[in-house]
């Protein structure tokens, strides 16, 4: 199995009290995975979600759109 750590990705942003967080990476059989978590910043546990990719360049381009989206809605990096 070869993991490109290099490439993986994590981004979060913060709004008021909710949190958003975004991981562009790879599972253990080596598919790129984009987990996105979301909640209340005070909440032990919020939601998350998680799509696997078919390629890295479409998770790169999810996770644009997710970060576009997340300036949009008034988030700031975190």
């Known amino acids: 199995m070869d993991y490109q750590v290099d ?3 994590r981004q979060d942003w913060r ?3 909710r949190h958003y967080c975004c ?3 790879q599972d253990l059989f ?3 995975v984009l987990v996105r978590r979301w909640g209340r910043v005070t909440a032990f546990e919020g939601q998350s979600r998680e799509e696997v990719c ?3 360049e479409d998770g ?3 996770f644009e759109s997710v970060a576009r989206r997340r300036a949009k809605r008034g988030y700031h990096c975190w």
Do not use: I
Request: proline share 0%.
């Open 15 to 17: 709004k008021g009290t």
């Open 23 to 25: 991981e562009l990476k």
């Open 60 to 62: 790169v381009e999810t």
């Open 54 to 56: 078919d390629r890295y």
């Open 7 to 9: 490439k993986w990705q």
């Open 30 to 32: 080596g598919r790129w």
